[in-house]
């Protein structure tokens, strides 16, 4: 039977409309499959309609008030619902707010609808266990978005850092020493969530933050349960979730940690669902030889298929992990920004130049850890302290043993003739042409890097279809440089504040900022420009390595600004240096 | 933004109908240019959002691709073949489609994330996608493939570009708004008959 054409036709003309309509009720009256499916889809059409309304994901901007909160700004965006940093001013101090949407949320990977209030009964209950190791929940607040729109919030303990899948992606896998302390902690976190009578369900990297003096943190017990490629044999087969399947969940993470990969992986759930009843999975032996015996056997033993072979409680697991530590056997984790300890899945890494941003923030922090360490030991000789700390350096991995003095200028040009030199603060704007000319009287490897004040950053130096290529020959260098047998120059396609141009030269290539050492695929001819954005957790890694960068409080200040902190300004004349030559030139682009 | 080697941007105001305002920018006028892009700009980010993986980018950057797909379709105008302003969206649409797809797949095979590491922070999917799911979004949109021209163009600006039925008349060549109504009523009517043999198993 075919749909009522009048009813059809009124309520065409109200979707056309943009009217109101009860959906529900049209659908539950409606005669025929026929007439159903046709309201179907034309409600469908009708919430595609709505979604182009709107932004369809309303962010709420730093400095705006929402009930007694200041917004700080956004950490976090998930389908259910946007994490932000605010200031609470009633105890002066800074929260995180998880904001959801009213109601229920459609979890869009499995089509399960959720009560929001199911949830917030489940953070209630999670505010009451309090444990250095587990986020503290100060509360749940009704809060008023708009006039008339209030959405339930959870008023959390802001931790500062980044995930632990932050951290992983953006260095590498961890060693051993790192893998069990990220281990420990977490047992004791979930040690106090199992006391207090709760199951997790939901333990992940991206669940787990480190803070920036290393404390880890167990955050979000997530609506809707579990993630597949974390999840439990046996909760494939319908059973629920329990204290041992948290802990499998913990070996899925240390196994992550360690090797940047899955112990069961699948590419869809079927897949998944399949590895494991068919007993498929990688062993940690065989990706990390080199680990201790007692840490791969713990990690394995909460591996375990039976859940009645894993550890019987967090308790249990961290004793294991504790006495693999003292068993001491376990080699020394690798430098925490050397980019050659990476080594994640090559085989799902797509073959784009995206790949590189992690690692171009990796070498960008062993470069200014270098530095750093350089003027550190300069000082220290300088005011007898000791010799400089050379091997500290090396362990670097970026800069080198050629120490030899070079000598180098550079000249930031805007004009594609032969240009006019820009210096710091003359205006640029969008059509410009710029270039850099170097002159350098030894072989050198350059990098030139542009960031724009909206935090954008670009490796503009060295690219694959120009030359000349690193190293540059001694001489006087115009770059960009020429492509098929044309000069090239950069191009300021839009407005943007600042512009910032960090240059490096260094007599030694700094492999992780060089796409051709990397062996990456080159580029299509128009992406000329490597998108490279300093992550976050670039701060967190200049931080934590032993201790030997400075401690000022630098909370608040993103990580590009921390890394430009620490060049010197552009001066106009060559100047003798060894090491690593790092400084930065700053124009104005109009805001937009 | 820095990059190399091309282009530049623009942001002035509107006056003109649409309809002049292609055909200029089809002879060359760079100030129709420049009013086309300011009178679409704020529709094509809505779209594009709509539309990316809610990973893929920062709204700033959405509203990067943006511009840069409105400007690849303003700079090929004088090649557009069928005239007028259904010509002008169809190839917009083309332009944006192509970014956004290339957008998905880069963040499809982005390393870290695969499939199942993320059970209810899916943010490979687009918010039209995590709205009707990915099929169902399929659906509208072969569907939407499958309408004559004049009804294509009709639904997209109504539904997608959210534009008022007198820009709508003027862009069909239609008399008056009210038939402009008439002509967005009766393509509806078309792509829900499509969508629905299209299937919906669980009606």
């Known amino acids: ?592 | 933004m820095v990059a190399m080697p091309e282009s530049s941007a623009a942001d002035p105001p509107p006056l003109e109908s649409t309809h002049e305002l292609v055909d200029r920018a089809r002879s060359g006028d760079a100030a129709a240019v420049e009013r086309l892009c300011a009178r679409y700009l704020p529709r094509i980010r809505r779209w594009a959002r709509a539309r990316l993986p809610r990973r893929s980018r920062g709204l700033l950057e959405t509203d990067d691709l943006a511009q840069e797909v409105l400007l690849r379709t303003v700079r090929h105008v004088d090649s557009i073949s069928s005239p007028g302003l259904a010509g002008f969206h169809a190839y917009l649409r083309r332009v944006l489609e192509n970014r956004v797809r290339d957008e998905v797949r880069r963040v499809d095979l982005h390393p870290e994330q695969t499939d199942l590491d993320s059970a209810h922070e899916d943010s490979r999917l687009s918010p039209l996608e995590a709205l009707l799911g990915r099929e169902e979004s399929a659906r509208y949109e072969s569907a939407l493939a499958e309408l004559s021209e004049t009804d294509r163009e009709a639904v997209m600006m109504r539904i997608e570009l959210r534009a008022g039925y007198d820009e709508i008349a003027e862009a069909l060549g239609k008399g008056s708004a009210n038939t402009a109504r008439m002509t967005v009523v009766r393509a509806l009517e078309r792509l829900v008959e499509k969508m629905s043999r299209g299937g919906l198993d669980d009606a």
Request: proline share 7%; charged share 25%.
């Open chain 1, 1 to 592: 039977m075919t749909p009522d054409p009048a009813r059809l036709e009124r309520l065409l003309g109200l979707v056309s409309d943009d009217q109101a309509i009860d959906w529900d009720a049209e659908e539950a009256s409606a005669q025929s499959t026929d007439e159903r499916r046709a309201l179907r889809s034309l409600r469908l059409v009708a919430q595609i309609a709505e979604l182009h309304d709107a932004d369809p994901w309303p962010t709420l901007a730093p400095g705006q008030r929402v009930g007694r909160f200041e917004i700080l700004g956004r950490i976090g965006r998930g389908a259910h619902g946007d994490v932000y940093r605010a200031r609470d001013p009633h105890l002066e101090r800074e929260v995180a707010l998880k904001i959801f949407p009213e109601g229920r949320w459609i979890d869009p990977s499995t089509g399960v609808a959720v009560d929001v209030p199911t949830f917030l009964a489940e953070a209630r209950r999670l505010a009451s266990v309090r444990h250095p190791n587990v986020v503290t929940i100060h509360g749940i607040e009704s809060l008023p978005l708009a006039p008339g729109v209030d959405r339930p919030a959870l008023v959390m303990e802001y931790v500062a850092g980044e995930s632990v899948a932050e951290w992983i992606h953006a260095r590498g896998a961890l060693g051993g020493t790192e893998a069990t302390g990220v281990g420990l902690e977490l047992c004791r976190a979930l040690a106090a969530v199992h006391a207090a009578g709760l199951v997790h369900q939901d333990v992940k990297a991206q669940n787990v933050r480190r803070e920036a003096g290393g404390r880890i943190v167990l955050m979000d017990f997530g609506p809707g349960g579990a993630t597949p490629l974390y999840m439990a044999p046996e909760l494939f087969r319908g059973a629920r979730a329990s204290i041992r399947s948290d802990l499998y969940a913990v070996g899925v993470l240390l196994f992550n940690a360690a090797t940047g990969k899955y112990p069961v992986h699948g590419r869809d759930l079927e897949s998944l669902r399949a590895a494991h009843a068919a007993g498929e999975r990688s062993h940690l032996r065989d990706l990390r030889p080199e680990l201790s015996a007692a840490l791969v056997d713990g990690i394995e033993r909460a591996l375990s298929v039976d859940p009645a072979a894993r550890f019987a409680s967090a308790g249990e697991m961290e004793a294991a992990l504790a006495a693999s530590m003292r068993a001491g056997t376990m080699p020394i984790a690798a430098p925490t920004a050397a980019p050659t300890a990476a080594p994640l899945d090559t085989k799902s890494r797509p073959s784009s130049s995206r790949r590189f941003a992690p690692l171009a923030a990796a070498a960008l922090c062993a470069v200014v850890l270098a530095i750093v360490l350089s003027r550190r030991a300069t000082d220290e000789s300088a005011t007898g302290l000791g010799p400089p700390p050379v091997e500290s350096v090396e362990s670097v991995g970026s800069v080198g043993a050629e120490s030899r003095p070079f000598t180098i200028g550079a000249r930031l040009m805007r004009g594609s003739g032969s240009g006019v030199q820009l210096a710091p603060g003359d205006g640029v704007a969008p059509g410009d042409s710029l270039s850099v000319v170097f002159e350098n009287s030894d072989s050198l490897y350059v990098y030139v890097i542009n960031e724009d004040e909206q935090g954008e950053s670009y490796l503009l130096y060295p690219h694959a279809d120009v030359t000349p290529r690193n190293p540059l020959a001694p001489g006087s260098h115009s770059l960009p440089g020429r492509r098929g047998g044309n000069r090239v120059f950069w191009r300021v396609t839009s407005a943007g504040g600042t512009e910032r141009f960090l240059l490096v030269a260094s007599r030694r290539a700094l492999p992780s900022l060089d796409p051709d050492e990397l062996g990456l695929d080159r580029p299509e001819r128009d992406r000329v420009v490597e998108y490279t954005r300093v992550p976050p957790e670039a701060v967190a890694m200049l931080r934590g390595v032993g201790g030997m960068v400075e401690t000022d409080d630098r909370e608040g200040r993103s990580a590009r600004e921390q890394l430009f902190d620490l060049a010197t300004p552009l001066p106009s004349r060559s100047e003798t240096v060894s090491g690593v030559w790092m400084r930065k030139i700053e124009v104005e682009n109009p805001r937009r």
